[in-house]
């Protein structure tokens, strides 16, 4: 799957309270609206694009093109985020059907994302979001397990028809009299929320939006791009092809910790748009427990397990060993109810001024196929970032991180030996770690709107020492409304 769903801001929001309600518009300068309205039109256009992933919501906001009343019951707001990536021609002693392209390409991807939500009653809240997702990535997205676009929607035959990306109902239940302040986002629309409560979501939701979460490595709209540096590449999460899923999740929030779990749906196959119904054979368990000793630390403890009809990587290698095939074929040797576990850690602190520093580490069992995300069996990645306030930029940021994902001895054999997953083939494997090194400045031009730059470098892109390294540029313009 790709994963458009990172950053998200306000085109407009409606201010309603107990007996009546007005739209109230931002005044804003005509080049404004003009500027808008040209780039909206641009998203318009029907284009194909060629992976899949999903877009996550705001971390936090620097300011909208347009104003909005803070204390409204519906919440109307969006965001564009155009990335471009280019590469020149690097070292192949051979390719396959799912190779990243040794011959120079660019590309480009579009996603908007229309957030919209309503307060029921002072605990109730509905969202309902609408997106688009077009374009296309390098290589269609092929031959990287961390891939360099995480905008990029992976399936070549899907369009930019806007779809629907979340529907979430939310129940928070207070534990506590005592209230704080919180800043009210396209996920939560409360400007107060209880210190201790529970919180309940249903719906279409995107598991990325609420596990895994950290400040600094988690938002490609306004930090970095890559697959495995925004998420733990380890965490297969279910999703369908976009990156979302259908499921409950129940958050336990306390002043120093906070406990979530999720049950949601998996997949019918590999990277698939259609979800599972049936859970009592295919679902997806999901447990994370966070901690916050300081306001400047925080840490995060991953578990899940899913459940699908998944190939196993040494069954389709005894087959092929056997004579019954010509390649290891993992589709082959699906079979329903086999389960797939992994855990992770995620780490992030705050230094007293200008400087945070985060980290993750993930691992799952590499023997059933990667179903979901991306083929990674284990990942280390550390990386930091600071604002522009030295040279009088305060609100630009500059980051740089670096990961290092690996396979389980299985999944490398069944690469070697000529399989394909539904990210990775090369026709064969020289086995080394794919290693990966990016870093970005993003500037803030005027409320809303920011500009980026980056550059990532890939050794072994798929984990073959016989490509690459191949080193990739980035261009993105990012638009809060």
């Not at 518009?25 to 992976?51: D, E, I």
């Not at 576990?341 to 059933?368: C, D, I, K, M, Q």
């Not at 690459?468 to 638009?479: A, L, N, Q, W």
Request: proline content about 4%.
């Amino acid at each position: 799957m790709g994963h458009v769903a990172r950053k998200g801001v306000s085109l407009y929001t409606i201010h309603l309270d107990d007996t009546w309600f007005a739209v109230r518009w931002a005044h804003h300068r005509s080049w404004q609206v003009t500027a808008t309205c040209a780039v909206l039109s641009l998203l318009a256009v029907n284009t194909p694009h060629a992976c899949a992933q999903s877009t996550s919501v705001p971390l936090q906001q620097s300011g909208t093109l347009l104003e909005h009343p803070s204390n409204g019951r519906l919440w109307l707001s969006g965001q564009i985020n155009l990335i471009w990536q280019f590469h020149g021609g690097f070292p192949s002693l051979y390719a396959g059907i799912n190779s990243f392209r040794a011959e120079p390409e660019h590309a480009l991807s579009r996603v908007w994302t229309v957030y919209t939500g309503a307060r029921v009653t002072r605990h109730v809240q509905v969202l309902l979001d609408v997106e688009s997702a077009g374009g296309h990535g390098l290589s269609d997205a092929l031959g990287l397990a961390g891939f360099t676009n995480l905008d990029v929607v992976r399936n070549p035959s899907l369009g930019s028809t806007p779809y629907i990306a979340r529907a979430i109902a939310v129940w928070t239940i207070p534990l506590s009299a005592d209230e704080s302040d919180v800043t009210p986002s396209p996920l939560s629309l409360q400007s107060r929320v209880p210190v201790n409560r529970i919180d309940v979501r249903a719906g279409k939701l995107s598991l990325a939006d609420f596990f895994d979460t950290n400040a600094v490595l988690s938002d490609s709209h306004m930090q970095f791009t890559n697959w495995t540096i925004d998420n733990d590449g380890a965490y297969d999460y279910a999703a369908d092809t976009r990156g979302y899923t259908v499921g409950v999740m129940v958050e336990f929030v306390r002043s120093g910790w906070t406990a979530r779990g999720a049950e949601a749906l998996m997949p019918t196959v590999a990277n698939g748009l259609h979800l599972d119904g049936n859970v009592s054979r295919a679902h997806a368990d999901n447990v994370e427990f966070e901690v916050r000793p300081t306001s400047r630390f925080t840490m995060r403890f991953l578990g899940y397990a899913n459940h699908a009809n998944m190939g196993s990587y040494d069954e389709a290698i005894n087959q092929f060993r056997s004579g019954i095939v010509a390649q290891p074929d993992i589709v082959a040797v699906r079979r329903q109810g086999r389960a797939k576990t992994g855990a992770g850690v995620n780490l992030e602190y705050s230094a007293p001024r200008l400087v945070r520093f985060a980290a993750r580490v993930g691992w799952n069992e590499g023997h059933h196929e990667s179903f979901a995300y991306t083929e990674v069996n284990n990942t280390v990645q550390g990386g930091g970032d600071m604002t522009g306030e030295l040279w009088r930029r305060r609100r630009d940021r500059l980051g740089v991180a670096t990961v290092t994902n690996g396979l389980s001895s299985a999944h490398s054999k069944y690469l070697r030996l000529g399989g394909v997953g539904f990210l990775l083939g090369d026709g064969s494997l020289t086995y080394g770690r794919e290693n990966i090194v990016e870093a970005y400045y993003t500037a803030y031009l005027t409320r809303g709107i920011s500009v980026a730059m980056g550059f990532q470098h890939v050794t072994n892109p798929g984990y073959n020492e016989s490509r690459g390294p191949v080193s990739v540029g980035t261009v993105r313009i990012h638009i809060d409304l």
